[in-house]
């Protein structure tokens, strides 16, 4: 229960069905190490309203230090290789869905944890009663004879609000152990049952939209109390002037406006160097050097069956690919590496991918898994100079081998 209203209204769903169900606060960010605004305090304290009015049991859980080790250093370690992370996903793999997960049910002896996300599983919720952890798997491959009963992850009903983008790096095990009460509601009709219900507290509450568990700060200074500054030169693409300087690398991401004093027109992050520290730029918001079609993620991460049977036997498989929370879904072909990581080919190219976020898969309504995003294919602009080259040089080799006019 995070205090808000999505987590309160499942807690509701679940006593209404006669579930006996205990809440549970996570604590994950050390707020007396920051001079930002935190609001954990709050949250605790909505949560255990809930939990009262409710008349259910309420404890508190801190993973200060595994957030720290497993999701906060990790993005600052991407950061300064010049990625740009999503602590959200990393968030739900690590801590809700790993060490929460385990502590549900191996501290608190439950049968089954519950979130507020927006998704929704191929399993019935009394099945979900039916699924025990089992060990990792030690060797490589699985053993090929195992009757195992797999569970995919599908959206939400309520498509603007579905999550699973967020849930694409949780493992096979714990989703198999989790319930999602809202999968087939609407945030409207959630909002409504909290209105009923009295949770006026939560209602008043706005969406988070911060990094997770960390909240909405200025990301810039935010990034500087934890990185030392490596100032360096804004370049232009197009003819390498040097057009001002930054803080370091890490407090921009691809496709961001630049901030450059003195310019009359924006300028946009389109690369960057890590070695010089030179970030480039380019004018207007939609320069070909920000599009690109083409992405390698590291090891793929697929939710159910991995990876799936299609992909192995051929290689290749069309599906649709999504980078950023709520983005249109794009169709794509995959196709498999030695190694298990991926390279995506999109159906048109797509403005600022961005290396450290997720490459997320889907087919039809199912999430199928995600990858970082690890490498870029060339930019339009890239390929745009290179046709531009090709013919340039066509034209000179014509023009040598055309014999001169006789006199």
Not at 167 to 180: H, K, P, Y
Not at 226 to 244: H, I, Q, T
């Amino acid at each position: 229960m995070s205090g808000g209203v999505d987590s309160s209204v499942a807690a509701l769903l679940l006593k209404r069905r006669g579930y006996s169900v205990t809440g549970v606060f996570m604590k994950n960010w050390d707020s007396l190490d920051e001079s930002g605004v935190c609001n954990t305090e709050t949250d605790c304290e909505d949560a255990y309203r809930v939990c009262q009015s409710l008349d259910i049991p309420f404890h508190q859980v801190s993973y200060i230090k595994e957030y720290w080790h497993e999701v906060f250093s990790q993005l600052l370690k991407d950061y300064e290789k010049g990625r740009t992370p999503n602590p959200d996903i990393l968030c739900n793999k690590h801590i809700k869905f790993n060490h929460f997960h385990k502590y549900a049910i191996d501290t608190l002896g439950a049968d089954a944890m519950a979130t507020g996300h927006y998704a929704r599983t191929s399993q019935e919720d009394d099945e979900v009663f039916e699924q025990k952890t089992t060990a990792p798997q030690t060797t490589l491959f699985r053993d090929r004879f195992e009757i195992r009963n797999p569970v995919r992850m599908y959206q939400a009903a309520d498509l603007f609000k579905d999550q699973t983008f967020f849930l694409s790096q949780i493992s096979q095990d714990a989703l198999r152990q989790t319930m999602f009460p809202l999968a087939g509601l609407t945030k409207d009709f959630v909002k409504k049952i909290a209105a009923e219900a009295g949770f006026h507290h939560v209602l008043k509450k706005k969406e988070s939209m911060g990094i997770c568990f960390i909240g909405e700060r200025n990301f810039e200074s935010f990034i500087l109390e934890y990185l030392e500054p490596k100032p360096g030169n804004f370049v232009s693409l197009e003819d390498g002037a040097v057009m001002g300087t930054h803080k370091g690398w890490f407090t921009m991401t691809l496709g961001q406006r630049a901030k450059i004093g003195g310019q009359r027109d924006p300028f946009f992050v389109v690369d960057k160097d890590i070695t010089t520290g030179d970030v480039f730029v380019a004018p207007t918001t939609n320069h070909p050097a920000l599009f690109r079609d083409m992405m390698r993620t590291d090891r793929f991460h697929w939710v159910t069956v991995e990876p799936p049977a299609e992909l192995v036997k051929t290689q290749m498989m069309e599906c649709r690919f999504r980078f950023i929370h709520q983005m249109p879904l794009i169709p794509c072909t995959v196709t498999l590496n030695m190694n298990g990581s991926v390279w995506i080919s999109l159906s048109r190219p797509v403005r600022a991918l961005t290396p450290g976020q997720f490459a997320v898969l889907y087919k039809g309504d199912e999430c199928l898994g995600s990858g970082k995003i690890m490498q870029l294919g060339p930019s339009e602009f890239t390929l745009q100079r290179g046709r531009e080259r090709l013919l340039a040089a066509a034209q000179q080799q014509q023009e040598q081998q055309t014999p001169e006019p006789a006199s």
